[in-house]
C-alpha cells in the first residue's frame, strides 16, 4: 500500500506542476492582454479630453478647469482625471487623484519633458491603477498635462481567479485520477494478487490438498499458471515430507524436524487437545507511530515452545501484556497466532497492575527466583505478593478450565515458577487432565529451599502435574529431597516419582535445546543503529569476544567484566587488539534490586573502559537494549569467542545459539560449570565464574586455540545441538507425558 501511495503523491506531484506551468503562461498572456487593453482605453480617453481642453487651456480659468475634471470623472473604472501647468503644479484634479505620489509626479513632468504621451501602474492607498498622461500644447509649445488615471485592481482579482481556478482544477483531476487509479489497481493488480496469495496461503497451511481452482485474471494469467505449478509441488512436497517423517518416526531415525515433530504430534495425540500455560506470551502487539505491530520476546521459554504449538496447533495461554494486545482479540480474548501464518490460538490473560506486581515482580521475581538460583541476592517474601501470586494462579486456572470445558482428556504443558500452584487447581478441578509442569529454572537444595515460608503450599501444588521436568538430573534430585524433607509423601525411587495423595507426579529431566538449522539467518535492512555501529567499529579488530544475556544478577555479568579487566591486565599484549561486546537487554527494571545491578554493570563498563582505552580504542562495547535473534546471530558469528558465565542457570540458551550460528565451526565457546548446557556441552571451556583468574586465562586459551582444534570442538557439540534439538526435546516431553495414563 505504501508504495500505492507513493504513486498517487508522485501523479498528484507531476499533475501539480504541469498544472503550474500551464498556469505561469495564461496569467502571463491574460495580464499582458489586460495591460494592454488598460493602457488603450487610457489612450482612447485622454486623446478625447484633450480635445476639449487644450485649445483654450491657457485662458481658462482654474474653475472652468475643474469643473471640466469633474464632468469627465465619472466613467465606471476611472479613479479621477488632473491637469497640470507647465510647472507640473496641478491646476484641476478629481478628488481620488493622488498628487503627492511620487510616481505619478514623475511620470507627468517625463511626458512634458518628452513632450510624448506615456503611462504607469501606480498603488494609492492599497489599491492598483493605472495614470495615463498626455502633453497639452499652446500653438507648438507644451504648456500643461491631462492625465487620466484608472483603476488597475481589476487586474490582479482576474489573475488570482485564473491561479484559483486552475488549482482547484487541479486537486479535482488529481483525485479522481488518483480514485480512478486505485480502482484500476485493485481491479487489476490487488484482487488478483490478493487472490493468488490467498491460495497459495491456504495451500501452505492447509493439512488436505485444495481443489480450489487458481483464480486467474487476463492481466495476470501467466501468473496465475505459475502459482497453480507452485501450488501443486508445494503439496506434493509437503506429502513426501510427512511421509518421510513417518517413516523415520517409525525408524526413529534423527534428526528430528519440525514435520517429524508434527507427524509425532498427530499420531501421538490422536484427537486430543493440547494447552499450554506461560507467564510471557509468543506474540506481542504494540502500537507505534498510530499503527499496529508485532514482535517475538527474546526469551529462551517462548523459542523452544513455539514449535510444539505449531506443531499441535493448540491454544497457548499466557498474559497480554503488550499495549496495543487488547485491540486485536476477539471477543472471547482470543488471535490467532503467528499474525502472518496463523497455526495456533492465543489465549490473552488480563492482569491489574496490583496483581502485576505482587504476583509477577513481587513474589515471582523478588522471591521465588533468588531463591531457586542461589546467586547470593536475598529472596523477598512477602505476605501481599503471596496472596497475589494465589490470584493471578486461579485467574489462570480459571481461564484454561473456561479452554478445556468440552474437551476430552485434555493434554496441559503448565511452564515454569510463575505457575507452581496452578497443577493441583486444574487437577482437582479435571482429574482426567493431563499436566505436565516442566520447571526452567534451577531447583535449589532443600536446605536453601526451606527458607521460603509458603514451601508446603508450593510443592503441594506441584505435585497437582502428572509430569514435572526438569534441565538436569541435578535439580530433579533436589527437588526429590526437598519433598522428603518438607512432604509426607511416598518417594519411588524405582520410577523417581513422588506418590501424594494416591496421585503419582513423574520427576525427569529433560535438557532443553533450540533448532540447529533455523539458529542462522541473515542480517537484514532493519539492524538498528547501535548495531550496526558496533559491527562496523569490529570489522578491522584482531579479535572479539562476546557476551549475550539479559541485565540479571544471576547471568555473572559483573563477574564476567572483571574477567575481561584481569585479563588485559595480564596479558598487554591483547590491549588494543581485542574487543569484548556485551549486549544486555534491560530486565525487570521495577524491582530495586535489577535497578541497583544495571547501575553496577555500568558504572564497571566505564571504569575499564577508562583504565585501557586508547585513541580510537575501547576494550568493552556495551550494548543495552533488545536485539533481534537476526543482529545478534552477526555478532555471533563475528566473534572469536562466546562467553557464557552464568552463576546459576537452569540451561542458558545462548550457550547454544552461539554453536548453532557457527557453521564455519570455528569459534570457542566458555561455559559456566554451574550453566546446566555445561552437563552436554563438555567440548567448551568449562568455567568457575567465581574464579576470575581461570575465566581470563580461559579467554586467553580460546583466543589462541588453534583452528583445528577450533573445528574438532565446534563439530562436537553442533552434533550435540543437532541431535537433541529443541524438536526432540517436545517430541520426549509429550511422550513420556502422554505415556503416563
Keep these: 500500500m505504501k508504495r500505492i501511495f507513493a504513486a498517487i503523491v508522485l501523479i498528484i506531484a507531476i499533475a501539480a506542476l504541469i498544472t503550474a506551468a500551464f498556469t505561469v503562461q495564461s496569467v502571463v498572456r491574460e495580464e499582458k492582454r489586460m495591460r494592454s487593453d488598460l493602457q488603450y482605453r487610457s489612450t ?46 496641478t491646476v484641476a484634479a478629481s478628488a481620488a487623484i493622488p498628487l503627492e505620489n511620487e510616481k505619478v509626479n514623475q511620470v507627468v513632468s517625463d511626458v512634458m519633458d518628452a513632450d510624448q504621451a506615456n503611462g504607469d501602474f501606480v498603488t494609492v492607498a492599497g489599491s492598483k491603477m493605472y495614470a495615463f498622461v498626455v502633453p497639452l500644447h499652446q500653438e507648438k509649445s507644451v504648456v500643461g498635462a491631462l492625465m487620466v488615471v484608472q483603476n488597475a485592481s481589476y487586474i490582479d482579482t482576474r489573475l488570482k481567479d485564473i491561479w484559483q481556478t486552475n488549482i482547484f482544477r487541479m486537486f479535482t483531476q488529481s ?56 501450488r501443486n509441488s508445494l503439496w506434493e512436497a509437503r506429502t513426501r515430507a510427512n511421509q518421510e517423517a513417518r517413516l523415520r518416526l517409525e525408524r526413529d531415525e534423527s534428526p528430528w524436524t519440525s514435520d517429524r515433530l508434527q507427524a509425532f504430534v498427530e499420531d501421538a495425540l490422536k484427537g486430543r487437545s493440547i494447552f499450554l500455560v506461560s507467564n510471557r506470551e509468543p506474540y506481542i502487539h504494540t502500537k507505534k507511530n498510530g499503527s499496529l505491530s508485532y514482535f517475538f520476546p527474546a526469551s529462551g521459554m517462548a523459542t523452544a515452545l513455539e514449535p510444539i504449538m ?82 493471578v494462579n486461579g485467574k489462570f486456572a ?23 500452584l496452578l497443577p493441583r487447581m486444574i487437577k482437582k478441578a479435571r482429574p482426567d487432565a493431563t499436566i505436565g509442569l516442566f520447571w526452567h529454572i534451577p531447583w535449589p537444595n532443600a536446605e536453601s529451599f526451606s527458607i521460603c515460608p509458603y514451601r508446603k503450599e508450593l510443592l503441594d501444588g506441584i505435585l497437582g502435574a502428572d509430569l514435572l521436568g526438569f534441565h538436569t538430573q541435578y535439580h530433579c534430585n533436589n527437588f526429590i529431597d526437598t519433598v522428603s524433607h518438607e512432604l509426607e509423601s511416598l518417594i519411588d525411587w524405582e520410577q523417581f516419582a513422588v506418590v501424594k495423595g494416591g496421585h503419582s507426579t513423574l520427576i ?28 562496523e567499529i569490529l570489522k578491522d579488530m584482531p579479535f572479539v569476544v562476546v557476551g549475550v544475556d539479559r541485565l540479571d544478577y544471576t547471568k555473572g555479568i559483573l563477574e ?28 525487570r527494571s521495577k524491582i530495586p534490586r535489577y535497578k541497583e545491578f544495571e547501575g553496577e554493570v555500568e558504572e564497571e563498563v566505564n571504569r575499564i573502559n577508562k583504565k585501557y582505552q586508547t585513541k580510537g580504542y575501547r576494550p568493552i562495547l556495551f550494548l543495552k537494549r533488545h536485539h533481534s535473534h537476526k543482529e545478534i546471530n552477526a555478532l555471533y558469528r563475528r566473534a572469536n569467542v562466546c562467553l557464557v558465565t552464568s552463576l546459576h542457570d537452569g540451561m542458558n540458551l545462548v550457550a547454544k545459539e552461539y554453536i548453532a550460528s557457527r557453521e564455519d565451526e570455528q569459534g570457542v565457546l566458555v561455559l559456566s560449570q554451574f550453566a546446566g548446557a555445561s552437563r552436554e556441552l563438555k567440548d567448551a571451556l568449562i568455567v568457575n565464574p567465581y574464579n576470575i583468574e581461570q575465566v581470563a586465562d580461559s579467554i586467553k586459551e580460546a583466543l589462541e586455540m588453534l583452528h583445528s582444534e577450533q573445528t574438532r570442538r565446534m563439530r562436537k557439540m553442533r552434533a550435540i545441538v543437532e541431535n537433541y534439538n529443541v524438536y526432540r526435546w517436545s517430541a520426549e516431553l509429550l511422550r513420556t507425558l502422554i505415556n503416563l495414563v
Design 508 to 535: 525427569k529431566p529433560f535438557p532443553i535445546s533450540i533448532a540447529l538449522s533455523g539458529a542462522v539467518e541473515p542480517v537484514d535492512h532493519e539492524t538498528n543503529g547501535n548495531m550496526k555501529e558496533a559491527l
Design 44 to 89: 482612447l480617453v485622454a486623446e478625447s479630453l484633450r480635445e476639449s481642453v487644450e485649445p483654450n487651456f491657457i485662458n481658462k480659468s482654474n474653475a472652468y478647469l475643474q469643473n471640466v475634471v469633474e464632468r469627465f470623472a465619472t466613467g465606471e473604472r476611472f479613479a479621477g482625471l488632473a491637469i497640470y501647468d507647465n510647472k507640473a503644479a
Design 310 to 391: 505449531q506443531a499441535c496447533r493448540g491454544t497457548w495461554v499466557a498474559f497480554g501484556g503488550g499495549d496495543a494486545d487488547r485491540e486485536v482479540v476477539d471477543k472471547n480474548d482470543r488471535i490467532q497466532v503467528p499474525p502472518d501464518d496463523p497455526k495456533y490460538t492465543l489465549r490473552r490473560i488480563w492482569l491489574t497492575p496490583e496483581e502485576e506486581e505482587g504476583y509477577y515482580y513481587g513474589f515471582s521475581n523478588e522471591g521465588l527466583w533468588p531463591l531457586c538460583h542461589i546467586a547470593h541476592t536475598r529472596p523477598i517474601f512477602r505476605k501481599e505478593d503471596w496472596e497475589e501470586y494465589k490470584k
Design 398 to 420: 480459571e481461564a484454561l478450565l473456561a479452554e478445556i470445558k468440552d474437551k476430552h482428556r485434555p493434554v496441559i504443558l503448565v511452564q515454569d515458577y510463575h505457575f507452581a
Design 175 to 230: 483525485a479522481l485520477l488518483a480514485v480512478a487509479l486505485l480502482l484500476i489497481m485493485r481491479w487489476i493488480i490487488v484482487e488478483p494478487v490478493a487472490s493468488l496469495v490467498e491460495s497459495l496461503r491456504t495451500s501452505r497451511t492447509s493439512n488436505s490438498p485444495e481443489n480450489k481452482p487458481v483464480p486467474s485474471h487476463p492481466f495476470l494469467k501467466p501468473l496465475a499458471t505459475e502459482v497453480s505449478n507452485l
Design 560 to 587: 564476567r567484566l572483571g574477567a575481561i579487566d584481569e585479563f588485559l591486565e595480564k596479558y598487554p599484549a591483547y590491549r588494543n587488539k581485542v574487543v569484548f561486546v556485551q549486549i544486555s537487554a534491560p530486565s
